[in-house]
């Protein structure tokens, strides 16, 4: 989701048919990756939707970051290795997978608040509304 139309001319004065009537907001966002549970760290700042990062383990906390700090700080195996790159991408798509949610969900009340406008809109010029 998000781009802009610019129109069928590549100097962008000209306005194509569908550029005229409202189009869906282009959307500006900044998604933070991290290598630690965001709510651990304190990586807040953003929100839920825009974080990838693992889950953090609620049962044993401090397990789960030692066991990060060691990984990032000490020589590890090339198995250690490859399971936490496989537990990042587990991570990354993971959130791809709930975004596309988010978007579809997103766009289907973009569309059905366009719809309502139409439909008042039409109402208007038929004399319905008054």
């Not at 933070?32 to 825009?50: I, N």
């Not at 789960?64 to 991408?89: H, I, W």
């Not at 798509?93 to 719809?115: F, G, I, M, P, S």
């Amino acid at each position: 989701m998000g781009g802009v139309l610019v129109g069928d001319r590549q100097n962008g004065n000209e306005k194509s048919e569908s550029s005229e009537c409202k189009e869906m907001p282009v959307i500006e966002r900044t998604v933070t990756v991290a290598c630690f549970p965001h709510e651990v760290v304190g990586l807040t700042a953003s929100l839920k939707h825009d974080q990838i990062s693992p889950e953090p383990d609620y049962d044993d906390p401090v397990g789960q970051m030692s066991n990060f700090f060691r990984l990032a700080t000490q020589p590890s195996s090339r198995k250690e290795q490859e399971a936490l790159f496989d537990r990042g991408c587990a991570d990354a798509e993971k959130w791809c997978y709930e975004e596309d949610l988010r978007e579809r969900e997103l766009t289907a009340a973009w569309l059905k608040e366009r719809r309502l406008e139409n439909d008042i809109e039409e109402a208007i010029r038929r004399g319905d509304l008054l």
